[in-house]
Structure formats: C-alpha cells, structure tokens
C-alpha cells in the first residue's frame, strides 16, 4: 500500500529583517490510508507552518511533499488550488462559517467551488449532514447553533468533496469539555468508517484519542504509538519506530 501523505526532508524559514529563522528541520512523515495522526506540539513548535505546508497554503524551502500520488513540491499556484479543493477536507477551530448563509449554504460551497451542480450538491451535503445529526437543522444560521453543532457542519463541509485526508486544526480548541469529546468520538467514528485524519493539536489528552501521536519540538519531529511508548530521530533526521 503507497502512503497517502508523504514529506520528505522539508525544511521552512523565514526572513526576519536581514536574518532567516529556520522553522521546521528535515521533517519526514508518512501518512498511509486509514491512519489518524495527531501532531501534537505547543505553541511556537512549529506544528501551525506544518499544517500550512501539509494544507497546501504555504512552500517548503526544499523537500519533498507527495499528496495523493501528487508532487505538491512541484506544483504551481493554481495547482495548489486544485489540490487544496480536492484533496484535502479542512475542519478548523473556529469552525469558519459564514455567518449570513445557513447550515446547507455553508456545507454546499466546496461542491460548488468545484463545479458540481446545485441539485447535486444539495443532495451531497444533505447526506452528510444527516450523517452527523444535522439533518435537522439545514436551514438554521450559524448564531442560531451550538459550538459543537457548528463544529459538525464544519466537518460536515469538510467530507462533501470526498476528500483524501481530513486535516484538523485544533479541532476541539473552541469547545467545552464534554462536547470536545464528543466531537473527537465523531472522529473516532469517522475513521473507523475509513477517513484518513490528520489533526493537529496542542493538547495531549485530544491528541490521546488519535491511533498514533507525532510530536513536533523545536521544529522537529518526534513519533510515538498511542500508548505514549517514545520512537527515536536517527542524527541523519529519518524517523526510526521503538
């Protein structure tokens, strides 16, 4: 089986006045069909200009990164559009609705970015929706929702498009305790139904939930299984599994 997600030896800086601040350092990562990843990290680790880069929103300086069977590294603005719209399934902490479209008109809109007609589209959402226990509330505008049940159209218009990979932004960050969790079995749920998720998390007890936890330290990548039993980082940067 080929891997879904590959980075190989990305390294990211940015320019401060006349110096350059090295952000990530030769990260290697490897995400195959089925996993759910969390990157775990605090912040200034890194882990947000990971996700950028993993979430085709920013370049690495050099390395490699294959999404899909794709080279992202060598793909063009408009290319990084498609692959951003076809690939990858975005759910954020602030859930990123528009607050003047209701339920259905904010789950619709990746559909119809990519040209699919609006009957179809309507169908597409509605489904998902229902899927997620919103079918209920199609037509009601942001304000008039929870936390927890925005954050369920959020995903909601993050599967529409069939994506590859669901990439989530500290996705339990604006929820309280009980409706984190019951946002993080949604996701427990929607792997076991074979969505591939990669969050990406400050918090270790969210990042617990996960089938496997990579920690991000200083721009650098550490790996450990669920049951928090450390991997090591070989001196040439490559990823060696205790």
Excluded at 105 to 119: A, E, S, Y
Excluded at 131 to 143: C, E, Q, T
Excluded at 166 to 188: C, N, R
Excluded at 232 to 242: S, Y
């Amino acid at each position: 089986m080929e891997p879904l997600l590959m980075l190989e030896h990305i390294n990211k800086s940015y320019s401060l006045g006349a110096e350059q601040m090295q952000v990530l350092f030769d990260i290697n990562l490897q995400v195959m069909p089925g996993d759910f990843i969390a990157i775990l990290g605090p912040s200034g680790s890194g882990k947000s200009t990971l996700m950028n880069i993993i979430g085709c929103m920013d370049t690495a300086d050099n390395g490699a990164y294959y999404l899909n069977g794709e080279a992202v590294h060598e793909a063009n603005d408009a290319q990084m559009t498609r692959l951003r719209n076809q690939h990858i399934g975005f759910i954020f902490q602030r859930y990123q609705l528009i607050t003047k479209y209701d339920v259905l008109q904010n789950t619709i809109l990746p559909l119809l970015i990519r040209g699919v007609p609006r009957r179809e589209a309507i169908g597409i959402a509605s489904e998902k929706l229902e899927l997620l226990g919103m079918g209920d509330r199609l037509h009601h505008k942001p304000a008039e929702l929870s936390g927890g049940q925005q954050q369920r159209v959020s995903i909601a218009r993050a599967l529409v498009g069939n994506p590859a990979i669901l990439l989530a932004d500290e996705p339990t960050g604006a929820l309280d305790s009980k409706t984190g969790q019951d946002v993080l079995q949604l996701f427990q749920e929607l792997n076991d139904m074979g969505n591939t998720i990669l969050m990406i998390t400050h918090d270790q007890n969210v990042g617990r939930k996960a089938k496997q936890i990579v920690q991000i330290v200083d721009g650098r990548l550490y790996t450990e299984n669920s049951c928090l039993e450390s991997s090591v980082i070989r001196a040439d940067g490559e990823i060696q599994h205790a």
